[in-house]
């Protein structure tokens, strides 16, 4: 999107720092992505204080990732209505205020709420961040390199994660994991006000809050669905309750979202082959990720007997490889397109799936330690050409919401691979996991095989004749002539598939730098 600022007024020169600007959104990354993980370790803990059903364990993190799939199109339009700095503040005050409340929280029912309004407050930070490091970073290379910081982040906090909650569920208690994020938080809040610039759009989309209700039905009765269909019986009344919910609630938002003028989700960008192929790669990844972080945490603490910090320890091989190949996915990306690294991503996702498919009691770590990494090479390799995917073919104007469902879909896989790892184990309705616990896991080693295929699959086709083709016809239908307040000829942005002039990615996840801002 575009941000305006007063170009007649010179900034103060405290908000001329771009690496400071970079660093304090770098910050509010690193403990929304670490609060994913340390959260996966402490679940036993978690479940033995509160004896809770793995059920509950379960909305422990997907009342998280569902909320925050929810309003993260909502949050990104806030912030170019009301100012990306302001929304951006807001978003840590209830992250910290979601955080405090859950080192309180008396019952695993009170955890669920209040991970709900951390999540509120998350879905202002990472979308709104990017927008404001596009609008500070003007120059090309700049904002490439930028980007590359804002990566590696990612990776880091989920390497560290497991051992900073491990850590500190160990010494201190579960609570202690929701604690941290109170002072860095703080120390973020003033960052900003100090040193970060006010930015908004140009032009905003209107609000659509028929669309934004229909979506938070048709996520929260479909993963409902899924978690406690175990609990209530498949064809009980509140089962099938569930369930038609959600369909009623899918065919509401295509009828609707198809006459509106501004759609909270354009659904002629499903007409985009590429575009609908990085979607479903989105969902089938971030499932395949979502279900090995709950089914590890369970697996190495309940059965194997490791404590927090061992078992965060035992995931440092797969945070490792994401590390070392996410940004070689970039170039990649950069250098032969996304067909190359959404082939490797499928393979070793598959290959890493398959070795898990013999997990027992007795597994040799080692082996599970190379699993854990060649499953980790998967997860590295597929995020660059996820986004370059989904605006493959898109005009420069519609860059933003495509990229934002494509954000959205990743939280979405999250959420349904979490749930049906408990339902395919069938531990929704236990307190613990038992003896059987490993045998039951195969089933979903086995599902992440056929969704790693999947991918390989839609790389194939995305990067097809027919792909191009469909990307071709649907970008002049979606295009918008209006941008930074003048009349522009929409140009569609096209995956790259050379590197660009300084050796590195080209532009943001390695693409083209087009005309207006891609946040």
């Known amino acids: 999107m575009t941000s305006t600022r007063q170009a007649s007024t010179p900034l103060p020169a405290r908000y001329t720092h771009k690496y400071l600007v970079l660093a304090i959104c770098c910050l509010s990354l690193f403990i929304v992505s670490m609060d994913a993980t340390v959260v996966n370790v402490a679940l036993p803990s978690i479940g033995a204080e509160f004896h809770s059903t793995i059920s509950g364990l379960q909305w422990t993190i997907d009342a998280y990732t569902l909320v925050l799939a929810s309003l993260l199109m909502l949050s990104g339009s806030t912030a170019d209505r009301l100012g990306r700095r302001r929304t951006f503040q807001l978003g840590l005050v209830l992250f910290g205020i979601g955080s405090l409340l859950c080192s309180t929280a008396p019952t695993v029912g009170w955890l669920v709420v209040f991970r709900m309004v951390q999540a509120v407050g998350g879905s202002m930070l990472n979308p709104v961040a990017m927008s404001i490091i596009t609008a500070t970073f003007t120059d090309r290379k700049q904002r490439a390199r930028a980007v590359g910081v804002w990566s590696a982040v990612v990776g880091v906090s989920l390497g560290l994660g497991p051992l900073i909650g491990g850590t500190l569920t160990d010494t201190i208690g579960w609570r202690a994991i929701f604690w941290i994020n109170v002072p860095v938080g703080a120390i973020a809040i003033l960052l900003t006000a100090l040193f970060v610039p006010e930015s908004k759009a140009a032009r905003v989309r209107r609000f659509d809050p028929i669309g934004q209700g229909l979506v938070i039905l048709l ?72 279900a090995f972080l709950f089914l590890v945490a369970l697996y190495l603490q309940e059965i194997r007997g490791l404590t927090p910090f061992q078992a965060g320890l035992h995931t440092l091989p797969l945070a490792g490889a994401q590390l070392i190949f996410a940004p070689l996915s970039g170039r990649l990306v950069a250098a032969f397109g996304t067909r190359t690294p959404l082939v490797l991503s499928g393979i070793t996702l598959g290959a890493g799936a398959a070795m898990l498919t013999t997990m027992s009691a007795e597994t040799p770590m080692l082996f599970l330690l190379i699993a854990f990494a060649v499953f980790g090479i998967g997860l590295g390799l597929v995020n660059a050409p996820i986004t370059n995917t989904a605006v493959s073919g898109m005009p420069a104007a519609q860059l933003g919401s495509a990229t934002a469902v494509a954000s959205t879909s990743r939280q979405i896989g999250v959420s349904l691979g979490v749930a049906v790892a408990g339902t395919l184990t069938g531990t929704s309705g236990l307190a613990r996991v038992g003896a059987g616990f490993p045998a039951a896991t195969h089933a979903m080693w086995w599902t992440i095989v056929g969704m790693a295929a999947a991918i390989l699959v839609l790389a194939l086709v995305a990067n097809g004749v027919w792909g191009r083709r469909s990307a071709e016809r649907i970008a002049p239908l979606l295009a ?34 087009a005309p207006g801002d891609a946040a």
């Open 219 to 290: 996520l929260a009765t479909f993963v409902g669905g899924l978690i406690e269909g175990p609990n209530l019986g498949w064809v009980s009344v509140g089962s099938i309750g569930l369930f038609s919910v959600a369909v009623v609630s899918l065919i509401g938002l295509l009828l609707y979202e198809r006459r509106r003028r501004e759609p909270l989700v354009d659904i002629r960008f499903f007409h985009s082959v590429p575009f609908s192929s990085a979607v479903l790669t989105a969902i089938f990844a971030f499932a395949s990720n979502g």
């Open 480 to 513: 918008d002539p209006v941008t930074d307040g003048g009349v522009r000829t929409p140009t569609p942005v096209s995956v790259a598939v050379g590197p660009s002039d300084d050796g590195g990615p080209s532009g943001p996840s390695g693409l083209r730098d």
